[in-house]
């Protein structure tokens, strides 16, 4: 009987899988009680032929259905089931008032987490937006920089726009070009000056460059981004606008050699011919007179030579070779001249024939030589100078603009923030 109420348990529990927790824990309840009895009728049936046979316990009670589902199983009261009773119920920790207090504590540990990661997200919100304020004013002052900059780079701008002015060597010219002597003044005077700027953009362009990776707003990196194009095209113009400078100081004063050279040439000509006039009355007077005026010469043509090598070694560029050789070749020939005349005074007829040729080969020469310099050689300075900066002129226009436009930029950033 006892085996047949186990099965009988362990039908239920098979018939009831599936169905609510409270019925399962009524199926483990049966199941305990099928065991419990099978063990009184053990401890009864090996006490003796006085005891009570186990299969005349309720033989004549029905016996209970099999509960349906939701319904509990109804344990008989008494024994070892009332002891039971006693302990708390499964149904006591049913999962659903197990699932209340999880509940609860997952809803106040979120609103927590949400509380704290609002409070961090605020602190590095806040944390940012110092950092950018500070970033900024940083970008602020390197600005400024490039700004104060202008101060040295202003008058260098006007010296070198004045540099390669095409009629600045021209007759046309409003004013007469400045001497090499004042614009060497006017150069030393900015270039003490922009020194210290090229060191200052130099800086700014290193600084504004490691600040641009830390700079989160756009404005705030196109600014620095005009900042470095602002100051790297002052750098290049400083560059471009030495260049410039300096090839304008060694044409100035080639120039201005050139002019004093060929001046001394036409002097010396005129000169030579005057003393070649005189020989056409032969006279003692005369032939001194012609002497003289041919020592004039020399003297004007020594000159003429040697502000031509001048020139020359100032701006090598410069090819004044025909000029010097001319210079040197009428020289020569005055001097040639010269000696026929001291041998007419001494009254050395074949000393004089012999000189008078040798100073007609020379003018021959030199008339050849002549041909090759052109009727102003101070022109060759010019044109020299004009090809020489053409490409560093063209740079300079090149990043004058660049700076410019970064400027229109930059004012109006400034503008901006400061509103």
């Known amino acids: 009987m006892a085996r047949k109420k186990t099965q009988h348990a362990l039908h239920i529990k098979s018939h009831t899988h599936g169905s609510s927790n409270e019925i399962s824990f009524s199926v483990l309840d049966a199941a305990r009680e099928a065991r419990d ?68 504590i997952t809803a106040v540990v979120i609103v927590c987490v949400v509380i ?140 201005a050699q050139t002019q004093k050279g060929w001046k001394k040439l036409i002097d010396a000509d005129a000169a030579a011919r005057e003393a070649t006039s005189l020989l056409r009355d032969m006279s003692k007077e005369n032939v001194k007179a012609s002497l003289a005026r041919s020592s004039e010469a020399v003297t004007l043509l020594s000159e003429a030579h040697s502000l031509f090598s001048q020139a020359h070694e100032g701006y090598p560029s410069l090819d004044l070779q025909d000029l010097i050789d001319y210079a040197a070749k009428r020289e020569e020939a005055q001097n040639t001249a010269i000696m026929a005349d001291q041998a007419y005074l001494d009254r050395d007829k074949e000393m004089l024939e012999q000189r008078n040729a040798e100073y007609n080969r020379l003018e021959e020469e030199a008339a050849a030589l002549a041909e090759k310099m052109g009727d102003d050689p101070a022109q060759k300075v010019v044109d020299l100078y004009n090809v020489s900066i053409a490409e560093n002129v063209q740079s300079y226009d090149a990043e004058r603009v660049k700076a410019g436009n970064a400027d229109t930029f930059l004012r109006d950033y400034l503008g901006s923030v400061n509103e």
């Open 37 to 104: 009895a099978e063990s009184r009728d053990r401890r009864w049936n090996t006490a003796g032929t006085g005891g009570i046979s186990l299969f005349t316990l309720g033989s004549s009670r029905k016996p209970r259905s099999t509960p349906t589902k939701g319904q509990h199983i109804v344990l008989p009261e008494g024994g070892a089931s009332a002891q039971r009773r006693e302990k708390p119920s499964a149904a006591a920790f049913s999962p659903q008032v197990e699932r209340k207090i999880p509940g609860a």
């Open 116 to 255: 704290a990661l609002a409070l961090t997200v605020s602190q590095t919100l806040l944390q940012v937006n110092v950092r950018q304020t500070s970033l900024r004013d940083q970008l602020m002052s390197q600005i400024n920089v490039v700004n104060t900059c202008d101060q040295a780079l202003i008058p260098f701008d006007k010296l070198v726009m004045a540099q390669y002015d095409k009629n600045r060597f021209s007759s046309t010219a409003a004013a007469p070009p400045p001497s090499f002597e004042e614009l060497t003044e006017s150069y030393r005077a900015v270039v003490g000056d922009i020194a210290p700027s090229r060191t200052q953009l130099e800086d700014a362009i290193a600084a504004l460059e490691a600040l641009v990776p830390s700079l989160s707003d756009n404005k705030d990196k196109e600014a620095a981004h005009q900042a470095i194009t602002a100051a790297r095209a002052r750098l290049n113009m400083l560059e471009s606008g030495v260049g410039i400078i300096d090839e304008s100081l060694m044409a100035t004063e080639a120039f």
